[in-house]
């Protein structure tokens, strides 16, 4: 399976990154030891297991410090690695290699380090029919790049931002007075096109949603027991959608009720960087 990432949300990335390392006077390390002519190659390798993602990220990061490096990726995102295992190969302009390695491998370690926790979580389903999917808990500014590296790990993506889909949670319901004030709201507000969710952590709650009608449902912090009563309730007519406190070692139990989804802050806001490195010899 192929993953696409928008080239203009890569580019202006790129060019803040490589802004914020090189400030006003560039590599200045770089600039007094390496000559102005030294080539050189490199390899990007694993130093642990994984899944890949950020691929082109990392190859515009080279390309951007110099378009006559080269970057042949041995791999594509969204690819289990093992310790050792070649990534990427780099072969060009020494100076420029250097001055983008850092901002290459940030990328690429965090992205993968997202891609390989999903995949963690998205083995541990896989014997049901729910998804893993993440939510809005992710590094300001890098969330398309995240939820990006959570497709690459198998799982699914929640809404990118407040302005693609209502998700009417506690709050809302507390300051609209109810779970029904707050759908009836909702429903004269958006367009037909427009998808809503709200939030129950009751049984209680979920009877007023169903008699008021929503395309998908969040039982927030719910036991199995309650989820599989939730499950049964719906029977079907909306997307149930779990949350609250989900981990590797629950998640299976929580897949097992029959719910269709299962929201992981912890796919972004919890993923160990993956052990990347660049080794590099003189030309």
Not at 4 to 14: H, R, Y
Not at 168 to 192: E, Q, W
Request: with cysteine.
């Amino acid at each position: 399976m192929s993953f696409d990432l928008s080239p203009l949300l890569v580019d202006d990335a790129i060019s803040a990154a490589l802004a914020e390392d090189l400030g006003r006077a560039g590599d200045i390390t770089t600039q007094a030891t390496i000559p102005a002519r030294a080539t050189a190659r490199a390899v990007i390798a694993a130093r642990e297991t994984g899944v890949v993602a950020g691929l082109p990220l990392a190859r515009a990061a080279f390309r951007r410090m110099d378009q006559n490096i080269g970057f042949e990726a041995w791999l594509e995102d969204g690819a289990n690695v093992a310790p050792r295992a070649i990534v990427a190969r780099i072969d060009g302009p020494a100076r420029a290699i250097l001055s983008a390695e850092r901002v290459a491998l940030n990328y690429l370690g965090r992205l993968s380090g997202v891609a390989s926790l999903t995949a963690q979580y998205a083995a541990r389903v896989a014997h049901t029919k729910a998804k893993v999917c993440d939510t809005r808990k992710t590094t300001p500014l890098l969330r398309a790049f995240e939820k990006y590296a959570v497709r690459c790990g198998g799982g699914a993506n929640h809404r990118f931002g407040l302005d693609d889909a209502v998700l009417i949670k506690d709050n809302h319901i507390a300051v609209a007075g109810g779970v029904v004030p707050a759908l009836r709201a909702a429903k004269r507000f958006v367009g037909h096109l427009v998808k809503i969710e709200i939030e129950v952590d009751t049984l209680a709650q979920l009877k007023d949603v169903l008699a008021e009608g929503a395309d998908a449902v969040l039982l927030d912090n719910m036991t199995p027991d309650d989820l599989r009563r939730a499950v049964e309730m719906v029977g079907g007519r909306m997307i149930c959608e779990a949350s609250g406190g989900v981990t590797l070692d629950t998640v299976a139990e929580i897949a097992e009720t029959g719910v269709d989804l299962i929201s992981v802050g912890a796919l972004t806001h919890s993923a160990k960087v993956l052990d990347l490195g660049l080794d590099i010899e003189i030309a």
